[in-house]
């Protein structure tokens, strides 16, 4: 008995742009194969309709018809001579690789006081001499103190804060005598209070659980 041998998708050619799927791939295929150039020009027209009955999604993009023409010219490898409606795309411009982009680099160093604080750090420079920029620097001590906390909340010195101030605004902003910095129990006592949960939660949820079996233990 003769063995009919199986075709696998795996034994197929890759499909170029695998959401129109394989039958749109075949009928391109079939469209470059064709010689007489009305009649392809008549299927790749077919085509660009059914592509665009199985994306209906791309009718939200503005101008999808010229976006069907250069996936068609895709497909087909720029091999497919047809007249388009639209400039055929270049195959070496669309094949291209992006470019790289260049990575943010920041100071592993004072990772623990997140971009926040040096965005902040850096407009409380631009600002003028006075009460304003003084108060500025007071939220941003006390914010750079609760950061730090959160990264290791065994004990802080408030000097290794103002240390990091200076480093961080490249010696621009001072504290004066007049700025308070929040002592560490109160930040800590704060902090803790927040993650406190709700005992009316609990007690609520405790009631409900009497009243369950109570109903199960109800006499007859």
């Given at each position: ?21 394989r ?10 194969n ?6 392809r ?16 999604h ?11 023409w250069?996936?068609?010219?895709i ?10 409606p ?25 990772k ?8 902040l ?13 003084e ?22 010195d ?16 001072k ?14 006592a ?16 405790q ?14």
């Amino acid at each position: 008995m003769e063995t009919v041998e199986k075709d696998y998708n795996t034994r197929r050619p890759q499909m170029v742009i695998p959401e129109y799927g394989r039958n749109i791939q075949k009928m391109v295929e079939h469209a470059i194969n064709t010689t007489d150039r009305d009649e392809r020009n008549k299927i790749a027209t077919a085509i660009i309709s059914v592509m665009g009955q199985l994306n209906p999604h791309l009718r939200d993009i503005a101008d999808f018809k010229h976006k069907l023409w250069d996936h068609l010219f895709i497909i087909s490898d720029f091999k497919l001579d047809v007249d388009s409606p639209y400039p055929i795309p270049e195959k070496e411009e669309i094949m291209r690789k992006p470019e790289k982009m260049a990575y943010p680099q920041t100071d592993n160093r004072f990772k623990h006081y997140g971009k926040s604080v040096v965005n902040l750090i850096n407009r409380a420079i631009e600002f003028p001499e006075g009460d304003e920029k003084e108060a500025l620097i007071g939220v941003i001590v006390n914010l750079m103190k609760k950061s730090y906390l959160t990264f290791n909340q065994d004990s802080v010195d408030d000097t290794l804060i103002l240390k990091d101030l200076e480093t961080l605004s490249k010696g621009e902003l001072k504290v004066s005598d007049k700025i308070v910095i929040v002592p560490t129990n109160e930040i800590l006592a704060l902090t803790k209070t927040k993650r406190k949960p709700n005992n009316n939660n609990k007690n609520h949820k405790q009631n409900n659980n009497k009243g369950k079996q109570n109903y199960k233990k109800r006499r007859y």
